[in-house]
């Protein structure tokens, strides 16, 4: 085993922060593994190569449980909205029942047209073109002039059906019929978010932003704690880096990891001498833009790092906003950030201190592009009242989340710097010597790279 991180006298690993916690702590925070990838090369080729892209869709997206909405996306029966992988997979998925969703090819058995391009509703899908109508069960319903079309029936011609599934709240499509259930695939995250579910959360704020990188690249620049140096620096003084704790859960068909970096105290970087002061009140400033006027107390850092008592004011301030009780809540949950991510595409995201939602996906049929869905979430207000749909805003290759997106508060900046990376990233590894076409990667703090990488290799067939 390689060193499992690094700490400082005032920034212990993110383990031995958890053993401190002032609550027990849940099942999403408690779970361990030592399940450590083997270590294999990954060409740039990976990221670059339209012929690598397209067996990505051959054998991956056509084969695999993938995340593709919110059920409160579409909260009554006959809503609808298109979900697409590049341009190689096209779905619609529907409310089709109170309790009942369907996903169907996004094209016409007619002549072809794509049927749904922007989130709807309705008791039929009805095509644009000649006006053939569908129940939203996918029944066929409408054929004007039924007497040319002989033959044609609701036997013959009804909309064409993938698997679809749902957990906690998210609609997952498998296009592969013989797929096995999605509970194989969701591994050990019903566990554990087990008593923290999404299917009491809603969304509150939902971007989807074109990038010019490879979704793989981009899905990367999420899965460690070790840009956070270069990229984030702003946040060393109250971000525990180096002492981000690394976990992989890899059973069967769940592909599962995880990644729990602690917030309110140094980066080990900064050394033993670092500031426990400036480490809270960095946190505290953060969370107080989510909370405009609200007042914040000072911390005492006198005996040590201040977690338990901003996770005390957090647990008040989101139990006031919400009406709900967060004293069973522990201090990690409250403030920390702590990220799973399933197999290939989906970032999950636990506890209050960054409550999000990723997914990544191919954008056309150019691998150097590729969209970023992102959502902030919250927990239902008390009384369980879902509020309505959330607003997509579509952000374009050149826009910034900071002058496109302020609904996602402080958030907004730190995606500006992660984004500001990644067309180079690209770049770089399309203009890369041929022998050094490939990623060097830490063994501990990249180990969720190495092994996303692992598992597509073993998907796709290659080596
Ligand atoms: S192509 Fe859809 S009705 Fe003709
Ligand atoms: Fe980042």
Redesign the pocket.
């Known amino acids: 085993m390689s060193q499992p991180g690094m700490s400082s006298r005032v920034s212990p690993l993110a383990s031995d922060l958890l053993a401190q916690d002032s609550r027990p702590l849940p099942a999403g925070l408690r779970l361990r593994s030592e399940f450590l990838p083997e270590a294999r090369t990954i060409p740039f080729s990976r990221y670059t190569d339209p012929a690598f892209a397209r067996l990505e869709m051959e054998r991956l997206w056509t084969r695999t449980w993938q995340v593709t909405c919110r059920t409160e996306d579409i909260p009554e029966v006959g809503d609808r909205v298109p979900y697409d992988v590049g341009s190689g997979l096209a779905l619609i998925i529907v409310r089709s029942g109170p309790n009942e969703f369907k996903a169907f090819y996004n094209a ?6 794509r ?1 749904v391009n922007a989130p709807g509703a309705g008791d039929s899908l009805r ?6 109508q569908w129940r939203v069960d996918g029944c066929l319903k409408t ?2 002039c039924q007497w040319d079309f002989a033959g044609v029936s609701a036997a013959t011609h009804s909309l064409k059906e993938v698997k679809v599934d749902t957990w906690e709240g998210f609609v997952f499509v498998n296009p592969d019929p013989n797929a096995a259930p999605l509970k194989e695939s969701l591994g050990v995250l019903p566990q554990a978010f087990e008593g923290r579910g999404h299917g009491e959360r809603y969304t509150f704020a939902h971007a989807s932003k074109k990038i010019r990188a490879n979704w793989k690249t981009v899905l990367e620049a999420f899965l460690e704690a070790y840009h956070v140096i270069e990229t984030h620096s702003d946040a060393l003084p109250f971000t525990g880096d180096a002492s981000t704790r690394y976990d992989i859960w890899h059973d069967g068909a769940g592909r599962i990891s995880r990644l729990i970096t602690p917030s309110a105290v140094p980066s080990p970087h900064l050394g033993d001498g670092a500031s426990m002061q400036i480490a809270a009140d960095g946190v505290a400033a953060f969370f107080a833009m989510a909370a405009p006027g609200v007042p914040v107390p000072g911390f005492d850092t006198s005996r040590g790092n201040a977690r338990a008592q901003l996770a005390e004011w957090r647990r008040g301030l989101m139990g006031h906003a919400l009406g709900r009780d967060f004293s069973r809540h522990c201090d990690s949950e409250m403030i920390d950030a702590t990220q799973f991510h399933m197999f290939p595409n989906f970032g999950i995201w636990f506890g209050e201190g960054l409550p999000l939602l990723y997914q990544f996906l191919p954008h056309g049929d150019d691998p150097n592009e590729s969209v970023f869905n992102v959502r902030l979430t919250m927990p239902l207000p008390a009384g369980g009242v879902r509020p309505p749909p959330c607003r997509i805003n579509h952000l374009d290759f050149d826009d910034y989340f900071s002058e496109k997106a302020p609904e996602f508060g402080a958030l907004a900046h730190v995606f500006d710097q992660d984004l500001s990376n990644l067309p180079y990233i690209q770049k770089g590894m399309r203009g890369a010597s041929p022998e050094a076409s490939r990623q060097t990667l830490g063994r501990y703090m990249e180990q969720r790279i190495q092994y996303f990488h692992n598992v597509l290799g073993d998907v796709l067939g290659v080596a």
């Not at 016409?108 to 047209?113: A, D, N, Q, S």
């Not at 095509?127 to 053939?132: A, I, L, N, S």
Request: charged residues 5%; aromatic residues 14%.
């Open positions: 016409c058995l007619h002549r072809g047209t049927l095509c644009p073109f000649h006006g053939w054929v004007p």
